[in-house]
């Protein structure tokens, strides 16, 4: 069961895996087992949000409730491929993207990487492939840092 939460928890939108390995590593669960739940969890919506995601946020843009909301992550996903595309250029575009999803940053996961590449009408497979490249990359990061944070608490 506590697997299953930690899964569920690397697939929510900016919680990702950086927040799911953390509360892993806290409930004591075997870490390497908990790594790759996580990553697994994080980019399984990797290819709903390329497809479905950009499609549902213009459609709901203008719509009375959920319009501002909808707005603000077409402006995140615009601003985010924009940046992509500055830093690295059209050929660079696989490892910017790896590296912006790579680093564990808020708003920098999996969700807005594949958001901003289907904005920039990246292919699907460079960006499932780079996507996914990033999510292994944050995890590492967060599972040495989350590792190194509980034992400085146990001493």
Do not use: H, Q
């Amino acid at each position: 069961m506590k697997y299953i939460l930690v899964f569920l928890i690397s697939m929510v939108p900016l919680i990702e895996l950086r927040g799911a390995i953390p509360v892993a590593l806290g409930m004591d669960l075997d870490p390497v087992v908990s790594y790759i739940i996580c990553v697994v969890g994080n980019i399984l919506p990797v290819p709903i949000i390329y497809f479905f995601a950009r499609k549902v946020l213009i459609w709901g843009a203008d719509k009375k409730y959920i319009g501002k909301f909808f707005s603000f992550c077409l402006e995140k996903g615009e601003r985010a491929g924009k940046k992509l595309v500055k830093a690295a250029g059209r050929g660079g575009l696989f490892v910017a993207l790896m590296l912006f999803v790579g680093i564990p940053l808020p708003g920098t996961g999996a969700w807005t990487g594949a958001l901003g590449a289907s904005f920039l009408n990246m292919g699907f497979k460079s960006t499932v492939a780079s996507v996914s490249l990033g999510v292994i990359i944050a995890g590492i990061i967060m599972a040495v840092a989350s590792t190194g944070v509980f034992s400085l608490f146990s001493i």
